[in-house]
């Protein structure tokens, strides 16, 4: 049946462990839960959570407008049903230092294994959109010490993310990494890198693990898991692929039903009732119905 098999400490534990591997985590996002079970099926190491997708979902931009009960919900749908790390965007941490904490207990307490907080301030932008604002270092450090203090469990990542690149510039960026590891960070998130060289300049200058977005239509080029692995990159995340990947195929759709009046020239494109089913574990779910139904005093 659906739901993980796995405590969320020993997913905690996992991810650890897997990033000081010294090999790289692949981490596709997962729109929602059933996502998050094809991702563990076809056998990648960890599922992400995006605040982007969050809000998309919602029909809302991605300028903050997402509530926390809003990220801790869907973070607790998608970790409950697969046996990866869950990693979640957790944008600022919604408020005040004494916000972020509370964030982080939230996020833990939803069976999340990690999440990245930003230097941004509010109201936050996209990461690869022009017009962000940076805060002070100090601000972000205090943001990053309520974080680190908060935490009950101590495998519980946090991850750093800095957007100062696009706004600063690279030496300006990696001095602000430094501080937030300083801080307490475990991992950091350069946001927007270029190329290779932004990152490989990152890796010389940071000694703990670090995050690589792929995403698409965005600054950074789009680099391949061999391309990461060399320059020492830990953890790669493709946040919004499947939502793109989804709304692209239902567009096309609707569009063919709307001109052509039936949906008879899709069913091809379709994942079928069979494989749907087969994710959703049906025959489990009929069995235990079956136990309960048949059982008798």
């Known amino acids: 049946m659906l739901n993980a098999t796995t405590s969320p400490n020993a ?148 991850c750093a993310r800095t957007d100062a690149a696009a706004v600063e510039g690279l030496d300006a960026a990696i001095e602000r990494a430094k501080a937030y590891v300083d801080a307490g960070a475990d991992m950091v998130f350069p946001e927007a890198m270029r190329g290779p060289a932004d990152f490989e300049a990152f890796r010389k200058a940071v000694d703990v693990p670090l995050l690589a977005n792929m995403t698409e239509f965005g600054k950074s080029e789009l680099l391949t898991v061999e391309q990461l692995e060399s320059l020492g990159l830990n953890l790669v995340i493709y946040p919004v692929t499947t939502l793109r990947l989804a709304m692209g195929a239902v567009e096309d759709g609707l569009r063919t039903i709307r001109e052509e009046g039936t949906q008879a020239g899709l069913v091809d494109r379709m994942q079928t009732r069979k494989r749907l089913y087969e994710l959703l574990d049906y025959p489990a779910y009929n069995a235990f119905d079956g136990d309960v139904f048949n059982f008798t005093i």
């Open 11 to 158: 997913k905690r534990r996992r991810l650890r462990e897997d990033l000081a591997s010294g090999r790289l985590l692949r981490a596709p996002g997962a729109m929602n839960p059933l996502t998050a079970v094809l991702i563990q099926e076809l056998g990648f190491e960890a599922a992400y959570v995006s605040g982007a997708v969050i809000a998309a979902d919602l029909a809302l931009p991605d300028i903050g407008l997402t509530t926390l009960p809003e990220v801790v919900g869907r973070g607790h749908q998608i970790a409950r049903v697969t046996d990866l790390p869950t990693i979640i965007d957790a944008d600022t941490g919604f408020g005040e230092p004494m916000n972020a904490a509370r964030t982080v207990q939230s996020l833990e307490d939803a069976g999340i294994a990690g999440c990245h907080l930003e230097d941004q301030v509010d109201p936050k932008r996209c990461g690869h959109l022009d017009g962000k604002t940076v805060t002070d270092t100090a601000t972000m450090v205090r943001r990053i010490r309520a974080a680190v203090s908060a935490r009950r469990d101590g495998d519980f990542v946090i």
